[in-house]
């Protein structure tokens, strides 16, 4: 509950106090990511509105247009003004899904978020489901497209294939990290930084800082109007950003145990190589320098010793990012009794 005073009063700073503001905070955010979806808005805007007036419980709603250069923007400002809840943000240009997500996490209120795509893949009607979770004590709710209506080859086949790979390597075991649909308390989202396209990793950094995540089969359609924004390169990108993920969570704070581990191991083994090749020279007199062995001792011991010196740059990068952001490198749940109540 703390997160939640913070970030309040953090948007009570004179640039966040426009009309919408100054409203008392309702529980649920909806944040949807809007990139050319003219066609999809007031469909989506509609069956939204009523499914959320379903649930009866206060809401708003953030719409990115994440640099449409169809008529998105202008329906939407067409639709905000005759839908209180809903507030619309654009962006200057085409940033991308993750940061247009960014965008709505920044400006959200609730106590909950909730993403979903603009295209009407995702059913608003689903959202009450992911609510029931978060009331059952869940930080991270995720939907799981368990009946996908994508093309096989180009977007099933590699999504099951990445979704394994990312279960494995992050330890967070989800069938369907790539589906937008998915609550999570406020409170959680204010502890991560997204770059990339971390979005879909949301539920991986999140457990990272010990929330309890899960899933929930929800419905998909196909895209009816317009076209998807992604191809099969995404999942290069995915898979990249799985590394840096896998990296961040298990040595961000310590780059040198990692870099210096190897550099450490390919010097070492670059030294005893130079070392036989030395002992050959000087006792059997034998001529070296045409062997490629010493190639080898020559590349491994520079590697090494540029792997250690990555590393203690890297310690001094994590110094630099912790401590100018006065950053802990902790998450804390609650702080009882003491001087904490204070
Ligand atoms: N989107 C966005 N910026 C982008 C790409 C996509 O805001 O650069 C939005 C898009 O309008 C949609 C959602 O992100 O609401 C998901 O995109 P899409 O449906 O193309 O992805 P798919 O469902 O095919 O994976
Ligand atoms: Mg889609």
Redesign the pocket.
Known sequence: MHAIAERASEYSHPAFMDAAHTAAAPYLTVV??????AENLPILAERLTDALEKLGRTYEIII?D?GSRDASFTILTDLARTNPHLRVVRLRR?F??TA?FSAGFDRARGEVVVTL???L?NDPADIGMLLERIDAGYDVVSGWRAHRQ?PFLNRRLPSIIANWIISRVTGVHLHDF?C?LKAYRTEVLSEIRLYGELHRFIPAIASWQGVAVTELPVHHAP?QFGK???GIGRTLRVILDLITIRFLLSYGTRPMQIFGLFGLILSGLGMLTGVYLTYTKLVYNESIGNRPLLLLAVLLIVVGMQLISMGLVGELVVRTYYETQSKPIYVVREEIGGEASS
């Open positions: 949807i990511p809007v990139l050319n979806e990115i994440d085409n991308g899904q247009a795509d603009a295209d893949q994508d790539g937008s895209r998807s924004k992604y």
